[in-house]
């Protein structure tokens, strides 16, 4: 089993910014994939962000130029720098993993992040 455990979620004013965490432990043989993910009041859960295998990150095109992802993999540690937050970015964000192509996905258990003033 693997166990993710996102951190860094709060309430913060539009324009700012927070630094989000996960950090992944338990039986872990490899990581093909990581993402961040969120889902808003009453809608769906939508890709934010993912690297796979190592490669490029992908970002949705509303946090391009706002967000960045990064992976510490000698932590299995995926991070969220969120800037230039905006109050359509409040959702609890959650991150997930896959160890091997076609394989099953690990969730967190999310953060909330709220943007207001």
């Known amino acids: 089993q693997v166990q993710l455990v996102e951190s860094g979620g709060g309430l913060v004013q539009p324009g700012g910014s927070l630094r989000l965490s996960c950090a992944a432990s338990?039986?872990?043989?490899?990581?093909?994939?990581m993402g961040w993910y969120r889902q808003a009041p009453g809608k769906q859960r939508e890709l934010v962000a993912r690297?796979?295998?190592?490669?490029?990150?992908n970002y949705a095109d509303s946090v391009k130029g706002r967000f960045t992802m990064s992976r510490d993999n000698a932590k299995n540690t995926a991070y969220l720098q969120m800037n230039s937050l905006k109050p359509d970015d409040t959702a609890v964000y959650y991150c997930?993993?896959?160890?091997?192509?076609?394989?099953?996905?690990?969730w967190g258990q999310g953060t909330q992040v709220t943007v207001s003033a």
């Open positions: 997930n993993l896959y160890q091997g192509f076609g394989s099953r996905p690990y």
């Open positions: 690297i796979i295998n190592g490669g490029d990150t």
């Open positions: 338990g039986s872990i043989f490899g990581i093909y994939a």
